[in-house]
């Protein structure tokens, strides 16, 4: 028998997971699978939200595949970091930026929590069912490259992660497109093969201006609409509310397409223009993490791709690294609805070398 | 002549018979015949220098007197290794026995020491005759020839050697690219061998037509080889360039030179479904990888590695279409991965019906059993026949070390089939459920209450009802979720099918505790027999990885081949071809699929557990097909009017089927293994022999080849070899045979004692005297 090395599933009950610890019982390993709760405090009535990320009845989708795979099952609360996570959530939109908390969560508190417990329990790695390849080279270097599935790959989200993280993680579906695993699903028997994704924000079952509202009131006040040029165009009921790239729900109708394409929070005015307009030439990333590759020098250039956005391909760019450890993205063609707060993502080909996040972004001129 | 007289003369001839026959032959061996094995010697020094071993056997039977008519003679081969060749031949038929197919033998090596040992393993004593030219003999073969001398063996020498013609060095192999890219620098590896007494030096000489000439000085060692790099400027042009290779002074006969050519073009186009990065950075030059969402007849091997059957690309239209491709002459590598032979479903895809294995379910063995449900419901139209075929199906997807168990239920539990093993079961399950009328009302619980499995056992089977009902159930959810964790107690899984209804019943779902150890796979009329092959496959992957067994292949690449997980559980199909194997399971097998070929790497050792380049890069162009023969060592031996055709495949090629053209006949040889040997005999046309053989055809394709011809090579007697026969002779208790001699009689020396013969003689003796001379009472 091959001795392989015991790993920490991170189990959410949907079909991934589920799979992905399917995979790693299979090929033998030791597994130990553990639900993360997110926002519920543990005990919380399973009523109070039945449904959505990190909810009661996603744990008992973990208790019944983990039951089916016959492995061990633990459930670990997260609340304790949470309470940074959503106040950077609130303040990010507080500031006219746009957050990721899912990003921010998975280096803050998921993936750390994760590792800890997996040291704990005496695994040798943590494995989770994000659709990303992982591979090592001859010298142990770790490289994260894009799943094989296009359209699912994954490791846009995984932006925020260091060297050290990926060398501890497995990805098991990486080479799986997500039909194939709903199919392995099946066979496996595992019950969660159709089941819906969950895409929501763990913390925000319904709107995020709701939660903004309950969580900070008096802070969302109304502020005016301009335009490019400055002129005003009529008041707003707070930045918060609007998104950069946002068309419908404005409130009011302007006789032709009007795209929100900046905010400032400290004159809370929120800039309307022109799709054109959305046009962004050049990003300023920050607090950059290099995943695949030992941090480039200072001043060098490269031919990239970068993705600003979950499911969104990457574009062409050139990336300098900047003496502040800073990278200067310009893209090879205007992008489109980029907002500061939001991750960048550069790969070499499919492979993620580093990641970080937007801190300013500049159009693209007519 | 008085009574007494002739009583004395009669024990006295007895007495003399009894004595004659102690001290005869006869006496000493009565009955004791042995068996007769013949061993012809495989090894290099004979096949590759002289003859093949079907010469070596065709000589040895014209050179010796024929065996006596009731002998009963086993061949073998040997070379670097040992393997039976034909058994139980009669003498006056060893010539056809000889036309059985060659076993594969390691010929580079001798090792006549494992001749010996493979020759006492069958039992009795036996007249072993080594037919070899002696350059194996070392002092373990001698041992090995004194022991069985002790064992009751006689070991006999037959030699044979032909005369040394190809004793200087001689090509033993030219390798090439097969295509290169415009550009990129052709390497030529050329490999000189020798068969001679000591160490000699070689100068190799590469030309290419109408280019410059490169030359190196090689040192060849005696009955060695050795390789030496040649490499050549690419071009800008495409187009084929060849290359003449010829050894340096000497007679320039065929075995001295050789021409390749590569040709300058695209590169070997691989279109991969699946992981094309890896494949990229595992393939490196030469190869044009790109991704393919689809069969694609333009590119020259598809390669479909860890994908998962049922969704695209490998849906059924996907399959199909790959296998209508390979038709058509694309060829196909499948690489399992870690799932595709399990949970990756490849079983019940089309694309197992061209691959060269067969996939069985994984794991460990299993005990089946099935409950079917005989209530009145069951009586509907088609509902009872469909659940029989299902029945059936289930257990025709056993493998054939399971068993099963099948009873039907109504108010009472009948058992139809008790446990027996699968092979012949279906048979009997059909004729059993055949005569069952339905009827009566359900009682799943106590069906399911009094169902037994076979004591636990080392290592552990799988355990997995298949209970079928209508879903009317008697007794509530509660008595079927004890009855269920029950079950999962004893390490039983449930799949259940119901017959009829929109949802599932509670009962049933209990039963598999909710879906955490089993489901309910809800069908009626003809799906039924779907839905219990579903049942039965119901989280069939998931079970204890069985222990990993050693690796065995005949060729395993640098860093060895990958462990399996032995997930996998896959056997050769018929038509399939060896490459290498794991254990007792086929690892790479290659096979055919109309104008194209299929390989399929069978193991399961995970998504990146790679055996290294190695192996793909050999193996992607024999599965294209359009692979020079590089490395094939082939010669014609022409002695008088008769021909031996011999060709030889180097370890590294999958497989190769090949028709010699000789002038303008075509002599077909068998497909052609790695490292294996085949030859064929037959009559050259007139003037052929003096004209060496040019092509080999492949498929349909034809490529020039070296093929040498020896003319008049005789088998004759080694005198440098004759103290090595001699001395393997004395420890086996035999002798030398020299031409013409009668090989021994296949008996095997009795150390009987002959004082059961005298103690008679003198019985009868004193007998006739004690009768002619005692006193007659009563007178």
């Known amino acids: 028998m091959l001795e392989r090395e015991p790993i920490l599933v991170a189990m959410s009950g949907g079909v991934d997971s589920s799979v992905a610890a399917a995979l790693l019982v299979e090929a033998g390993h030791p597994i130990v699978g553990v639900f993360m709760r997110g926002s519920l405090p543990a005990g919380a009535p399973p009523g109070g939200r039945p449904r959505g990320c990190c909810s009661e009845v996603d744990a008992a989708d973990v208790r019944r595949v983990a039951d089916r795979l016959g492995i061990p099952f633990h459930v670990r609360q997260l609340a304790d970091g949470f309470d940074d996570l959503k106040r950077y959530f609130a303040e990010s939109y507080h500031a006219g930026r746009t957050p990721n908390p899912c990003i921010r969560c998975n280096r803050t508190l998921k993936f750390g929590a994760l590792l800890d417990l997996a040291e704990a329990l005496g695994c040798a790695a943590v494995a989770t069912g994000h659709y990303v390849r992982r591979d090592v080279g001859p010298d142990g270097d770790v490289t994260i490259r894009r799943g094989r599935d296009d359209d699912k790959d994954q490791s846009y989200v995984l932006l925020s992660l260091d060297r050290d993280i990926v060398r501890r993680t497995r990805f098991p579906l990486g080479d799986y497109t997500k039909a194939e695993v709903r199919a392995l699903a099946k066979r496996f028997g595992l019950g969660v093969a159709d089941k819906a994704e969950s895409m929501e924000v763990c913390f925000v079952p319904d ?139 550069v790969y070499r080909d499919d492979v993620l070398l580093a990641g970080g996040w937007i801190a300013t972004t500049e159009r693209a001129t007519a | ?246 050894l340096d002074g000497g007679p320039a006969d065929a075995a001295r030179r050789a021409s390749v050519e590569v040709a300058v073009g695209d590169a070997l186009s691989i279109g991969v479904l699946g992981r094309v990065p890896e494949w990229a950075a595992a393939l490196g030059d030469g190869f044009a990888i790109r991704r393919v969402d689809a069969a694609d007849a333009a590119v020259d091997v598809l390669v479909v590695h860890g994908l998962v059957a049922g969704p695209p690309p490998l849906d059924a239209r996907g399959a199909a279409a790959l296998a209508d491709a390979v038709r058509d002459g694309t060829g196909l590598l499948a690489v399992a991965g870690s799932v595709g032979f399990g949970p990756g479903g490849w079983r019940e895809s089309p694309l197992a019906t061209i691959l060269p294995v067969r996939i069985e379910r994984a794991g460990p063995d299993a005990d089946v059993s099935v409950l079917v449900d005989r209530s009145g419901s069951m009586a509907a139209a088609d509902r009872w026949p469909s659940a029989v075929r299902g029945v059936v199906a289930v257990v025709a997807g056993l493998g054939s070390r399971d068993r099963v168990r099948v009873a039907t239920f109504a108010r009472d539990v009948a058992e139809a089939i008790a446990w027996r093993a699968v092979p012949g079961a279906a048979g009997a399950i059909r004729n059993a459920l055949g005569a069952v009328r339905p009827g009566g009302p359900t009682n799943l619980a106590a069906a399911v209450d009094a169902v037994r499995f076979p004591p636990d056992e080392e290592p552990a089977r799988r355990r997995l009802l298949i209970v079928s009902s209508d879903g009317r159930l008697g007794g509530g959810p509660a008595r079927y979720r004890a009855l269920g964790h029950a079950l999962r107690e004893r390490g039983v899984r449930v799949g259940v099918v119901q017959s009829g209804g929109d949802a599932p019943a509670a009962g049933l779902r209990a039963l598999t505790l909710d879906g955490a150890n089993g489901r309910v796979v809800l069908a009626d009329g003809d799906d039924l027999e779907r839905a219990f092959r579903a049942a039965a496959d119901d989280g069939w992957w998931i079970d204890p990885v069985p222990p990993v067994r050693a690796v065995a292949a005949p060729t395993p690449p640098a860093g060895g081949w990958p462990q399996p997980q032995r997930v996998s559980r896959t056997r050769l199909a018929p038509a399939g071809r060896l490459v290498a194997d794991a254990g007792d399971a086929p690892l790479v097998a290659i096979g055919r699929h109309g104008l ?184």
């Open chain 1, 207 to 345: 709107d995020y201006r709701d939660f903004l509202e309950r969580r900070d009131p008096g802070r969302i006040v109304a502020g005016r609409f301009v335009d490019t040029d400055g002129n005003d165009l009529g008041p707003h009921d707070g930045h918060q509310r609007f998104t950069i790239g946002q068309r419908k729900g404005l409130g009011r109708a302007f006789g032709r397409p009007t795209y929100v394409v900046a905010k400032d929070a400290a004159t809370n005015r929120v800039v309307l223009g022109d799709r054109a307009d959305l046009g962004v030439a050049r990003v300023d990333v920050r607090e950059v993490g290099w995943i695949s590759s030992a941090p480039l020098e200072a001043g060098q250039r490269f031919d990239a791709r970068v993705q600003v956005r979950h499911r969104q391909q990457p574009v062409e760019a050139a990336v300098t690294v900047h003496p502040d450890a800073a990278l200067i993205v310009e893209f090879s063609a205007p992008l489109l609805g980029v907002a500061p707060g939001q991750g960048a993502a």
């Open chain 2, 1 to 246: 002549m008085t009574r007494r007289t002739s009583v004395f003369w009669i024990a006295h001839g007895v007495a003399v018979a009894a004595v004659l026959v102690a001290l005869s032959p006869w006496g000493r061996d009565r009955g004791r015949r042995g068996r007769v094995v013949v061993a012809f010697d495989a090894s290099a020094s004979v096949v590759e220098v002289g003859a093949g071993p079907r010469d070596v056997a065709d000589a040895f039977a014209t050179r010796f007197r024929p065996l006596d008519p009731s002998t009963v003679v086993d061949g073998l081969v040997f070379g670097a290794t040992a393997a039976p060749w034909f058994s139980g031949a009669a003498p006056d038929t060893v010539a056809a026995s000889m036309r059985t197919a060659l076993p594969p033998v390691d010929g580079w090596g001798s090792s006549p020491a494992d001749a010996l040992a493979a020759a006492s393993a069958g039992g009795g004593p036996a007249t072993v005759v080594l037919v070899t030219d002696g350059s194996g003999v070392d002092d373990a073969c001698v041992a090995a020839a004194r022991g069985l001398r002790a064992g009751g063996h006689v070991v006999h020498v037959a030699p044979v050697h032909v005369a040394r013609p190809m004793a200087r060095p001689f090509l033993a192999d030219v390798r090439a690219p097969l295509r290169v890219a415009p550009g990129a620098p052709i390497r030529l590896e050329v490999t000189v061998a020798a068969r001679g007494a000591s160490a000699t030096e070689a100068v190799v000489a590469v030309r290419e037509s109408g280019g410059a000439e490169q030359r190196r000085r090689v040192a060849v060692p005696a009955r060695g080889a050795i390789s030496a790099i040649v490499r050549f400027d690419g071009g800008a042009m495409r187009g084929v360039r060849r290359f003449e290779v010829a």
């Open chain 2, 596 to 779: 194209g070929r299929v390989a399929v790497a069978a193991f399961d050792a995970g998504e990146t557990a790679w055996a290294g380049p190695e192996p793909w890069r050999t193996l992607l162009p024999g599965v294209f097909g359009d692979e020079r023969p590089r490395g094939v060592r082939g010669r014609v031996d022409v002695r008088g009017g008769r021909a031996v055709a011999s060709l030889r495949v180097p370890e590294e090629r999958a497989v190769a089927t090949w028709t010699l053209r000789w002038g303008s006949r075509r002599i077909p040889f068998d497909p052609i293994g790695p490292g294996r040997l085949r030859t064929a005999s037959f009559s050259p046309p007139p003037g052929g022999a003096t004209a060496p053989p040019a092509f080999a055809e492949f498929g349909d394709r034809r490529v020039r080849i070296g093929v040498a011809v020896v003319h008049g090579a005789e088998l004759a007697v080694d005198d440098r070899d004759t103290t090595r026969h001699a001395r393997l002779a004395t420890a086996g208790g035999g002798r030398v045979l020299g031409p013409g001699d009668t090989i021994p009689a296949p008996m095997a020396p009795s150390r009987a004692p002959a004082w059961p013969w005298a103690a008679l003689a003198l019985v009868a003796f004193l007998v006739g005297r004690a009768v002619k001379f005692a006193p007659i009472g009563g007178r």
